[in-house]
């Protein structure tokens, strides 16, 4: 048995799985602290099916939660990006093309230090320690708390990035470290962008990763927890503290792969309709859509292979107004005390889905008063918003099947204008927790190789078979394994035409396992 | 278009990576550096090639080296218009306008920079009408222009002037220094009269980039094919569909070398492609067979946005679409040829044009 856990903005989703047959399945609150909305949906698991949690072989939580933080800019870290760059780099500071109320969430200070490498291994300049320690002094009394380092190449060469880590770790011993060349890949802007995110999330990540780990032995379950990544594969709990970024995508990426086994069909448009937003994507022969190249996250630009989603402020807990309006502010995780259904004062979406008898949730008898007019308005418009955003996904003149989940997809009527018909599987509400339940295995290689001439290709086939391997022994069904990176860059400064490659394999988790 | 706005950067360094053939630059490095420069120094006014009087003084600037370098050593905040600066003073001319030596995400941009550092005018045209590798391989070579005396300088404030007996030894010498300087070097070459610029430059080109952008958006927003729209406007046509399996890439003698394979899907599939490389797409092979060659462009897009990828931003798993699109008829001639077909990058073959 495995339990797959989908901890949203709103809403709080749990799965218990035997293969891929869903044995329960409970939705509750998403809870300030999060770990108690946990605790709540282990015991709902618990009452609807009772099972034994030493019979639980794993456990996967896919969060939003890293994500929502960047894009609502809140609780992030006051961080600093030291760029390793001199005198090279000056004519693109770090975070220079960052929607500016961001780098004002993460106090954005940053740093243009003398360092760096040339593509041959040789020193743009030396690493200029007493800078160094100049800046950590200033970031000191600034109140950093998070330091996100990225060196020129430091892909292909991490020296500076680790001194000027023990440099300032030296000085400021309570701040987190972020290194870019652990994080991303070629390309100096794309990756340091992803290491100032990480960095600014490190903090709220410890917190998290704490809380849900705690929840879960409290619930007295002894199998390993995994976090879902942005590629569908899973992490376990000591990467997520250390890596929250590769988190982003995984809500998309899981409610996708979710409906994807619930609906059966294989290209279809997906609409996830959560408490505070409506995710779209676009599933083409089984797989996600990718994002282009120049789609960012909240407006920064990484190069993190991840879906292409769009989302628009509209979900359950979607405020509602007059004349009218749905969204783009939600009540978030205070639903169930702010809702009309649950005696509060605030006109939700969810009230609109239960007084057109859409939903039963809470009591119905507190929006019996709402005017049939405003109802019918709140439900066109809805329909009217997403099937813009379906319309806007879709590339091609062929309509596109609709596939509905997530809990807030009560909201949308049998049919969208334009769309066809809207697909609601069956525990279509609790998509993204199989989704994270049914993550796949990864494994991966990332190591230098030295090339002889004409053996390029046998190496490369070593290194992605290394890759299969040990997805398959980190419990990956071997017939599902399949390469989804692949990742060269030439070391020049080493003999023998040595080469840095990194593959990643995955796969199916062994079913039964 | 009569002057170039932060506004329209986004559309002309869309249009210009598609022109760039794989080469010339990331554009987004590219749309931010001109932000940075607009922003601070003002529009730059585009003038018209025809509009040139005969005794202008018109110097091309660019980036030399090699793509995969620049997406990680960015410029200094000087460096750009240093280049400009030093040949100037070389000359000991007054120039009059900042030109185009080629079209390329970084390289229809980075003359904006340096025409708004120094305050002067860009003229809408380039001197290939797309990207090519090396320095001589410009329209104006075909006119006996000199590319020297030119200047090139690094981010460090090394410059140097060059003064060559031919433009292949201007090619020669610069790659050699630009190498040492970490194969990222700001170039200034091509000083030419506002005569022989009408004459030797391809005319509209960041004209050509800012349409065909725009083409590609609004496909996008119409859920129309933006490849189509390109692959119209340009005259050209679709070589292949598919997913990019395999890149080998390295940084050689001062050039992002290597080949991409990808696997046919669509219509394509069971077919393979492989496109070869030096910094710009220089052959197309479909199953062994060659399809399109230079001088020709060819050029790769994402499948569905119609975004035009660079060799250096290739990466597996990635779908794109390559087309083929006709070159400037003068790269066509015996002269053209010789400087920039197949033969020159050792395929020996005739050049394998757009009419297939």
Known sequence: MRIGIDVGGTNTDAVLLDGRQVLASVKTSTTADVTSGIVAAIDGLQRQRAFDPAAVRAVMIGTTHFINALVEAHRLAPTAAVRLSLPAGASLPPM??????????????????????????????????SELRKAADDMGEAGVRSVAITSVFSPVNAEFETRAAEIIGAQ????????????????????????????????????????????????GITAPLYLSQNDGTLMDVDFARRYPVATFASGPTNSMRGAAVLSGLDTCAVVDVGGTTSDVGVLRQGFPREATTDVSVAGIRTNFRMPDVLSIGLGGGSRVRGNVTVGPDSVGYELTSKALVFGGDTLTATDI????????????????????SLVRAALDKIAADVSDVVERMRTSAEPLPVVAVGGGSVLLPEELAGCGEVHRPENYAV???IGAAIAQIGGEVDRVYVIEPGRRESVVDEAKQEAVDRAVAAGASPASVGIVDFDEVPIPYLPGNATRIRVKAVGDLQLGV | MREITEHDLAD??????????????????????????????G??????LAELDDDAVVLPVAMMGAPTVMVEKLPSAEQVGLAARTLAGYLGKELTHIACAEAGGVNSLIPVVAAAQLGLPLVDADGMGRAFPELQMVLPTLYGIRATPMSIADEKGNRG?????????????????????????????????????????????????AELGALVRAARSEHADPVDRVVSRLGGRRLFSGKVVDVARRTVTGFARGEARLSGMDGDSGAELVLRFQNEHLVAERDGVVEASVPDLICTLERESGEAVTTEGLRYGQRVTVIAAPADPRWHTPEGIALAGPRYFGYDIDPIGVAG
């Open chain 1, 172 to 219: 400021l011993p309570d701040v987190a470290i972020s290194l870019s060349h652990e994080i991303g890949r070629i390309g100096l802007l794309e990756r340091e962008n992803a290491t100032v995110i990480n960095a600014a999330l490190r903090e709220l990540a410890a917190h998290i990763v704490d809380g849900l780990a705690a929840s879960v032995t409290g619930a």
């Open chain 2, 12 to 41: 002309i360094a869309r249009g210009a990576a598609i022109l760039g053939t794989g080469g010339g630059g990331d554009p987004y490095i590219g749309r931010l550096l001109a932000a940075s420069a607009v922003r601070s120094d």
């Open chain 2, 161 to 209: 002037v060059l003064d060559t007996v031919d433009n292949h030894w201007a090619e020669r010498l610069a790659r050699s220094a630009t190498i040492d300087m970490g194969c990222s070097a700001m170039i200034s070459n091509y000083a030419m009269s506002g005569a022989q610029a009408r004459e030797a430059l391809v005319p509209g080109t960041l004209s050509l980039c």
């Open chain 1, 96 to 129: 220079v093309d960052w929607p500016q109320r961001l780098v004002d969430a993460v106090s954005g200070r940053s740093y243009l230090v003398h360092g760096g490498h040339e593509f041959d291994g040789r020193h743009i300049a030396e690493l200029d320690e």
């Open chain 1, 353 to 372: 889905a239960v007084a057109a008898g859409r939903a039963d949730i809470g009591d119905a008898s507190l929006v019996a008063h709402l005017d049939r």
């Open chain 1, 431 to 433: 998509a993204n927790a």
């Open chain 2, 43 to 48: 529009p730059v006014p585009l003038v018209p």
